[in-house]
């Protein structure tokens, strides 16, 4: 059984170009993403507590290249497409560990047009040259090489991350892996937050919520501390929700037991 951890997000992008890093415009492309999630896009951690946001709205491709070259006029300094919702960690630790582009080497453009919706060829090709030098899957795009999507599961058996590719080539799989062992996927238990409704589940159904679709329902109030646990209701509700609660439940105890195991 798997769940997939999302990596690409439709975001209804304004036509407009501002200089969206600059700080107003920088408020606006931020509260378009995060109507759409309130997670990091690369870990999946709520980006919050007690009800408020902190958001990192981070440059996909990095902004300045190597070659102690210059941002301040770069194309990527404020492009729409070139932001992500990311937490603290994954934006000022995990994400900066790459191989950064030689502007010189593409066709830069010097000013964006007024209205823009579209990738524009040059940044499409930044975008996939940066993802193959770093083995990096940049949200909310994703990657796909040669055909083939580059996929994150969370597989709710061995409750790890790994690559959701059974066909593809073993580079590939390698890709992917690189990608979860860079932003610590699994070595930071995000995804405990799969266990935590398990136990929440079990709970319901002792105390005399006997229904699939009241216990769903009750679980899907509340904003998941990681992406997972919203991946792993949705799974649930696909699965189970014409079921008798009983087989729902048994399904989240033998999760808990195995997570005890693996431990």
């Known amino acids: 059984m798997k769940v997939p951890l999302p990596t690409k997000y439709d975001i209804p992008y304004p036509d407009k170009n501002k200089k969206y890093y600059n700080q107003n415009n920088k ?20 980006l919050g507590a007690d009800g408020e946001l902190y958001v990192h709205l981070d440059h996909s491709v990095d902004k300045g290249g190597n070659l102690n070259q210059k941002h301040s006029n770069s194309m990527l300094l404020h492009c ?11 934006n000022i630790i ?3 560990q790459v191989e950064k582009l030689d502007f010189s080497k593409y066709s830069l453009v010097k000013k964006c047009p007024t209205n823009c ?20 899957i940049l949200p909310p795009f994703g990657y796909i090489r040669n055909g083939v999507e580059y996929k994150i599961r969370y597989n709710l058996l061995r409750h ?14 390698f890709f992917v892996e690189y990608h979860i062992m860079r932003f610590h996927l699994n070595a930071e238990r995000f995804t405990h937050n799969v266990i935590d409704l398990c136990v929440d589940i079990c709970d319901l159904y002792e105390m005399g919520c ?8 009750h679980i899907a109030e509340k904003i998941q501390p990681n992406i997972i646990g919203e991946e792993y209701i949705k799974f649930l509700k696909e699965f189970f929700i014409y079921k008798d609660a009983k087989e729902m439940v048994n399904y989240c105890k033998l999760l808990v037991i195995l997570d005890m195991a693996v431990s």
């Open 80 to 90: 729409k497409y070139n932001f992500t919702l990311s937490c603290m960690n994954c």
């Open 117 to 136: 919706i579209n990738l524009c060829p040059t940044y499409q090709k930044m975008r996939r040259d940066y993802c193959e030098k770093n083995a990096i």
């Open 27 to 46: 408020k606006e492309l931020s509260q378009i993403f995060t109507n759409i999630t309130k997670h990091c896009m690369f870990c999946g951690k709520l």
């Open 160 to 173: 790890v991350y790994e690559a959701d590719m059974d066909e593809a080539e073993e580079i590939d799989i």
């Open 94 to 96: 995990y994400k900066k």
């Open 210 to 217: 006997h229904t699939t679709e009241r216990i769903l329902n």
